[in-house]
């Protein structure tokens, strides 16, 4: 590893820490209603789409008809998608000519945007049209706001007295949406652009190869079976390739947005694509905008709470998690793979190669800033990548795998991790507090047996469905058919996928064949069931906390703002977080690493 990746790891890392507290603050403000610099421009756009949708922003909701919000506004998302898929050969914007999508594959896409997942089992400049991408795709990302909603709620729920709201979705999610994700994703867009990122709706163009190439393609008659020569050999013919079409589109506005949020890729290879990413500086900032809000949300809970220092725990929790997992991911890929070193390939990092593996990895980057943008895009549920992660060494693998199995609670998406690390917080007090005796509460209001039962269902639904969707994969034929390695890499490649949509991370192994009505059909019911499952239970207990009293501190008081707790809170999240994948991670990842040669993997 050199010192200029370590600069640049540390570099991003410093920014997304400075930035925590004033950005913190700032979406702190606006979830409270209070005023911000964008009020002039953005209050008379909040009054009227107040209007046009007939919302009164002043009255509250309880947990239950706020959940009745988010589930209405998400079935009706996924409906106009599903439909606008269906009739794209029809709609406007598409002079690529793109036919309409295949009604399970439409089905998939649609569970995998509403459910801020953004799972794409199709190629974006191959498949989908102009229009599909801004109008169907985009606004699914700006409206991640809906689980910056339910965090917020959770957030009132804990900070509220004896009272019985938690809030307007619909107010949140406006709020969200218009003060936070569309000026970031503007000022990105804009950074982008100038930094080459396509921006047009012009057709793809077609440009001539400056080093023209040739393959050899098999002749077929006209029903498909191969063409013999007299001796039985299939006939071939030389193909000249002279020309490449390149995909062109509104990219700079969907990347922007998609970093913030969700990650889906305005091409098949995301941010690795130089037209989606073109210099380490679109790269650097792409980078940090993956964690951005999501570490500012440590931030703004501390300040709703009254008491910062419990943000800036959590993220010293997050971070005590991260760093080792950062580390094992950069040393592996740096290290290389320790078969072409039997071999006696020279793997070294030299001043003429970069070293290490660099398979899957665009050599704009390399090896640091692309083990970094997989770590942090997996802690935060961004699920977008630079570099191709079915490419990686076993243990480079395992770190993205290990993040999404922790529930994504390290830094966390845009809402979802957060509140899904005070649910983690929560089950700690409460076994801290039983240990030792003293009232299982924490910031001074009681956990009892409702508020387990539902911190309970978010800790395991999604282990749950990852594992029974892998299992069913496994043993089924038609879940076997989409895989394209074999042995424990292969059974990989079906955990990190179902693990993938139960987190709704949306980043994949690409090895595994996803456009089947196999996975189309199961994979959908995964995204829905890890986002829902765990949104409602959420909801649930900020409905319950709520209602709660305050007790003062006194000397039986757990404090929840020191480094001894943040210690145990670092150890219930991967003992309770982690465990019940320890199995599955021994048939995939752990056994293959061994089986490369444990002993070399870090020389």
């Known amino acids: 590893m050199t010192l200029t990746g370590w600069l640049q790891i540390g570099a991003v890392l410093a920014v997304l820490l400075v930035s925590a507290k004033p950005l913190g603050a700032y979406m702190a403000r606006v979830y409270a209603g209070e005023r911000t610099l964008l009020d002039p421009v953005l209050r008379p756009v909040e009054r009227l789409l107040y209007r046009c949708a007939g919302v ?26 599903y439909a606008m898929l269906r009739l794209q050969a029809a709609l406007p914007l598409n002079p690529q000519r793109f036919p309409s999508i295949d009604p399970m ?30 109008v169907g795709f ?67 163009k077609t440009a001539t190869l400056v080093e023209p190439t040739s393959y050899e393609q098999p002749i077929t008659d006209a029903s498909g079976k191969p063409v013999l020569d007299a001796q039985g050999h299939q006939k071939t013919t030389t193909v000249k390739v002279t020309e490449q079409q390149m995909a062109l589109g509104p990219m700079a506005s969907v990347v922007a947005i998609r970093q913030f949020t969700n990650g889906g890729g305005f091409t098949n290879v995301n941010s690795a694509h130089p037209f989606e990413n073109p210099t380490p500086l679109s790269n650097f900032f792409e980078t940090i905008a993956m964690a951005l809000i999501p570490i500012a949300s440590c931030y703004m809970f501390g300040r709703m709470v009254g008491n910062t220092r419990q943000g800036w725990a959590l993220i010293v929790a997050m971070t005590i998690i991260f760093m080792p997992l950062l580390v094992t991911a950069v040393g592996a890929e740096q290290a290389g793979n320790p078969l072409l070193t039997a071999a006696g390939v020279d793997q070294q990092a030299t001043a003429s190669q970069p070293g290490g593996n660099m398979e899957g990895k665009e050599v704009r980057f390399g090896i640091a800033a692309s083990a970094l943008w997989g770590a942090l895009t997996t802690a935060a549920s961004n ?19 290990f993040l999404m199995h922790t529930g994504e609670v ?8 957060m509140y899904g690390m005070l649910v983690y917080v929560i089950v700690a007090a409460f076994v801290a507090g039983l240990m030792i005796g003293r009232r299982p509460e924490y910031l001074g209001k009681k956990i009892e047996a409702f508020e387990m039962k539902m911190a309970t269902l978010v800790v395991l639904v999604m282990p749950a469905v990852a594992l029974a969707a892998t299992a069913i994969a496994v043993l089924t034929t038609a879940g076997r058919a989409g895989i394209f390695n074999p042995g424990p890499h292969g059974f990989t490649e079906i955990l990190y996928a179902f693990t993938s949509m139960a987190n709704n991370n949306g980043s994949a192994f690409a090895g595994l064949n996803g456009n089947t009505p196999f996975y189309n059909l ?60 320890l199995p599955a991670l021994a048939l995939g990842p752990l056994v293959e690493h061994f089986l490369m040669g444990a002993g070399t993997m870090f020389k």
């Open 56 to 81: 009164q922003p002043e009255h509250e909701m309880d947990w239950r008809t706020y959940t009745v919000a988010l589930l209405s506004f998400t079935l009706a998302g996924m409906f106009l998608l």
């Open 105 to 134: 594959l439409a089905f998939n896409t649609a569970a995998s945007y509403v459910s801020a997942t953004e799972w794409q089992n199709f190629g974006g400049e191959t498949a989908m049209s102009y229009l599909t991408q801004i």
């Open 138 to 204: 985009v606004p699914k990302a700006f409206v991640s706001g809906a689980g910056m909603a339910i965090m917020v709620a959770l957030f009132r729920g804990i900070v509220r007295v004896e009272g019985r709201t938690i809030g307007n979705f619909w107010v949140d999610l406006v709020r969200g949406t218009l003060y936070i994700f569309l000026p970031l994703a503007a000022v990105l867009a804009v950074f982008l652009a100038s930094q080459g990122v396509v921006q047009t709706f012009s057709p793809y």
């Open 383 to 401: 699920g977008s990548a630079n570099s191709m992660y079915d490419s990686y060494t076993p243990a480079g693998g395992f770190v993205p795998l």
């Open 410 to 417: 390290v830094y966390g998406g845009v809402g979802s991790g």
């Open 522 to 581: 199961v994979g959908a019911v995964v995204m829905l069931a890890g986002r829902f499952w765990v949104a409602i239970p959420a909801l649930a207990m900020a409905g319950s906390f709520v209602g709660k009293r305050r007790w003062p501190a006194s000397a039986g008081t757990l404090p929840t703002d020191t480094w001894l707790f943040v210690l145990w809170l670092v150890t219930v999240i991967i003992i309770v977080g982690t465990l019940s994948f």
